[in-house]
């Protein structure tokens, strides 16, 4: 039983180019969600999904999409990446009140 | 605008002593109050939640008091331990709403052996 399963754990872009960040889960949870960690100011919710099929924003959604054909996938694309977007991110699913993570994406963007 | 605040951003505690992180909130819909533990190069980890209708919850040497006029909740670990260094966030959300969370900043503890 892997829980959350994020790759890669690091990476290096440029600005401009894309890339998506792949999150996988085993545990059949319906609710997923992305977040973003940056110093002192915590986790902020980027997108949530409730099920396949079903998204919404959250409260950093600019520069990054996302789909959920699966209930075990929920990739988080960044179509063109910017400095702004250097973070650590966290995909998390969760089952009633608890949300289990992943152990993080360190995405540094040049 | 932080919908959870959290202070203070760094602790440092002794062996054995209290460790007390306080959290306000301003948004009343939220109706679940989690505390995060997380080590370095991982994800959170739920340590302890409580709900509004009731005041504290204790699970081991971890406590969550709760004040809902004032909006505020606070955590505390007894008799730390140096294990017990790592970044704690409070959260907030709606219950059963754990995939839209509002956390706070986070506080570094570390504990002096």
């Known amino acids: 039983n892997a829980g959350v399963t994020q790759t890669p754990k690091f990476q290096v872009l440029k600005t401009g180019q894309s890339m998506t960040l792949q999150c996988a889960q085993d545990?059949?949870?319906?609710?997923m969600s992305w977040y973003r960690q940056d110093p002192g100011m915590g986790l902020r919710l980027i997108h949530y999904?409730?099920?396949?099929?079903?998204?919404d924003q959250g409260e950093v959604p600019n520069g990054y999409n996302v789909s959920r054909s699966t209930t075990e996938d929920f990739p988080l694309r960044l179509l063109s990446a910017a400095p702004s977007q250097t973070s650590v991110y966290f995909c998390?699913?969760?089952?009633?009140?608890?949300?289990?993570f992943g152990q993080g994406t360190r995405l540094t963007v040049v | 605008q932080q919908q959870v605040k959290q202070s203070p951003q760094s602790l440092i505690v002794q062996k054995g002593g209290i460790s007390i992180i306080n959290c306000a909130y301003e948004?009343?819909?939220?109706?679940?109050f989690p505390w995060y533990q997380q080590f370095p190069g991982k994800g959170p980890a739920l340590l302890i939640a409580?709900?509004?209708?009731?005041s504290e919850k204790k699970e081991g040497r971890f406590t969550i008091s709760f004040n809902k006029s004032a909006k505020q909740f606070s955590l505390h670990i007894m008799d730390s331990q140096p294990g017990d260094s790592a970044t704690y966030f409070c959260?907030?959300?709606?219950?059963?709403?754990?995939?839209?969370?509002?956390f706070g900043q986070g506080t570094r503890l570390t504990i002096n052996p």
């Open positions: 998390a699913s969760s089952y009633l009140s608890e949300a289990f």
């Open positions: 545990m059949n949870h319906e609710y």
């Open positions: 999904s409730v099920g396949a099929g079903i998204t």
């Open positions: 948004n009343t819909a939220f109706d679940y």
């Open positions: 409580i709900r509004p209708d009731v």
């Open positions: 959260a907030a959300s709606p219950l059963q709403g754990a995939q839209k969370l509002v």
